[in-house]
């Protein structure tokens, strides 16, 4: 069983910059995506980032350019560097785990509640 620990949130004023962590129990194998949701009170949870088992990235449009999704596998470890944060960016950030599926060379990510593994979140909050 692997768990997802999240660390890094808290409350900053707009314009700065978060580094949020994911640290994984375990080592998960090599065709694992993760990925970033965040989800705000009265808001459906929303995918914010994905990174697939050869490390393509992809974001949502409301973040492109200001976050940046990476990993550390010797550490076992995501990490979702959060720059230009704005109050709309308020929310309790998970991470997910999930296998990839490859085919004719592209690699899949799974979709919202087909990630298998998620961590508990981490609380960011943004006053403007």
């Known amino acids: 069983q692997v768990q997802l620990v999240e660390s890094g949130g808290g409350s900053v004023q707009a314009g700065r910059s978060l580094r949020l962590s994911c640290a994984a129990s375990?080592?998960?194998?090599?065709?694992?995506?993760m990925a970033w949701f965040r989800q705000a009170p009265g808001k459906e949870r929303e995918e914010v980032a994905r990174?697939?088992?050869?490390?393509?990235?992809n974001y949502a449009d409301s973040v492109k350019a200001r976050f940046t999704i990476s990993k550390d596998n010797a550490k076992r470890t995501l990490y979702l560097q959060m720059n230009s944060l704005n109050p709309e960016d308020t929310a309790m950030y998970s991470c997910?785990?999930?296998?990839?599926?490859?085919?004719?060379?592209?690699?899949?990510?799974?979709?919202?509640?087909?990630?298998?593994?998620w961590g508990q979140g981490t609380q960011v909050t943004v006053s403007s």
């Open positions: 997910a785990a999930g296998h990839g599926l490859y085919s004719r060379g592209i690699w899949s990510c799974p979709n919202g509640n087909d990630y298998y593994y």
């Open positions: 990174i697939d088992p050869v490390d393509t990235t």
């Open positions: 375990t080592y998960m194998g090599s065709t694992y995506c």
